[in-house]
Nanobody, 124 residues
Framework: QVQLVESGGGLVQAGGSLRLSCAAS????????MAWFRQAPGDEREFVAVVSRGGTGTYYADSVKGRFTISRDSVKNTVYLQMSSLKPEDTAVYYCTCKRRPPTATTTSEYDYWGRGTQVTVSS
């Protein structure tokens, strides 16, 4: 089992930055492919970014490429999402998730454990 707890969300003006954190408990964090998804009101949950188990492989949704950076710290059992140049359309609940086996994936059905989410609101 892996428990995931997100933090770092909040209200920010357009053009600003936020860093989300996801703390993982459980001994299997190192075997997780970790990702961030987001869900805006009335929309389906969508893929944002993913990082491989070793931390060297990353992949981003086109909508955030060049603005967001995903990383992980295996000592702290934490995955991060650094968000810059935020836009109002980035407003959503952001979820951290773990996939127990490789490879990386971009669909919700392939992930095994989910956090409860953290709200990000970008004002114009």
């Amino acid at each position: 089992q892996v428990q995931l707890v997100e933090s770092g969300g909040g209200l920010v003006q357009a053009g600003g930055s936020l860093r989300l954190s996801c703390a993982a408990s459980g001994r299997t964090f190192s075997t997780c492919t970790m990702a961030w998804f987001r869900q805006a009101p009335g929309d389906e949950r969508e893929f944002v970014a993913v990082v491989s188990r070793g931390g060297t492989g990353t992949y981003y949704a086109d909508s955030v490429k060049g603005r967001f950076t995903i990383s992980r710290d295996s000592v702290k059992n934490t995955v991060y999402l650094q968000m810059s140049s935020l836009k109002p359309e980035d407003t959503a609940v952001y979820y951290c998730t773990c996939k127990r086996r490789p490879p990386t994936a971009t669909t919700t059905s392939e992930y095994d454990y989910w956090g409860r989410g953290t709200q990000v609101t970008v004002s114009s």
